[in-house]
């Protein structure tokens, strides 16, 4: 019983300080504390209806004593470092190992088709994901010429050419952080590295162009004409 207060415990500590969505996607955070809470209640009839067990030899009461302290510690520690340690997001390290590059997040987020004459409020509405599923469909440099893109996201480094070149990334998460995939574009910002550094979270504005880096197997890349630093967002994944 004592268990299960310690997870629902933490469970709404983690809505009610909305660091939940750290965790899961944001649709599930209602049902997670409802169902914490039914847990919960149930816990609580479980111990109220529960029968009188027959008395039981002293060394199996031993054992079960150590194992339920045991277990009941552990869990004690891992409930308050949920609380306790703040909890961090996904970082380029995890973005790199599952391939930013190749990666197919929101391949169907827009259509090439549709967006060609789109009007600059929706063009300014597009994140990361919606970039780079339009870069998946098109590299035709003229699709992209009136087409200013302000976007927000961490920087992964680029393994062909970084000092020149990294990835605006960010993670889209189905479900939890578990199933969290990432995608990226490709941003040219000759020296970048000496005024920021990998995993900071930036803010860019600029226009999709052809990759003037031979190192870089990109076709196009994002030239900014402003590139600055920017606090990690409340909500820092794409659902």
Known sequence: MILIVIAVSATVWLAVT???????????????????????????????????????????????????????????VVAVS???????????????????????????????????????????????????????????PSFYADKTATVVGFIT???????NIFYLSRFTVTCCAVDAQ???????APNWKNSFAVDAWVEVTGLFEINPSSRSD???????NELSGVERPSEPYLY
């Open 18 to 76: 909305q660091q939940l969505v750290l965790y899961i996607h944001p649709r599930y955070i209602v049902f997670t504390v409802i169902m914490a809470a039914i847990a919960l209640a149930l816990g609580v009839m479980s111990v109220a209806v529960r029968p009188r067990s027959p008395e039981e030899p002293a060394v199996s009461k031993g054992w079960a004593k150590i194992v339920g302290i045991t277990a009941l510690v552990l869990s004690g």
């Open 218 to 224: 990109a076709s196009l890349v994002l030239v900014p």
């Open 157 to 163: 480094e680029s393994e062909d050419d970084p000092e």
């Open 182 to 188: 990432p995608t990226g574009i490709a941003v040219y």
């Open 82 to 140: 949920l609380i306790v340690v703040p909890p961090a997001t996904l970082s380029s390290a995890t973005a790199s190992q599952r391939d930013i590059v190749g990666s197919t997040v929101g391949s169907d987020s827009q259509n090439a088709d549709d967006v060609a004459n789109a009007d600059e409020s929706l063009i300014a509405s597009f994140t990361v994901v919606d970039w780079a599923s339009l870069l998946r469909q098109t590299s035709d």
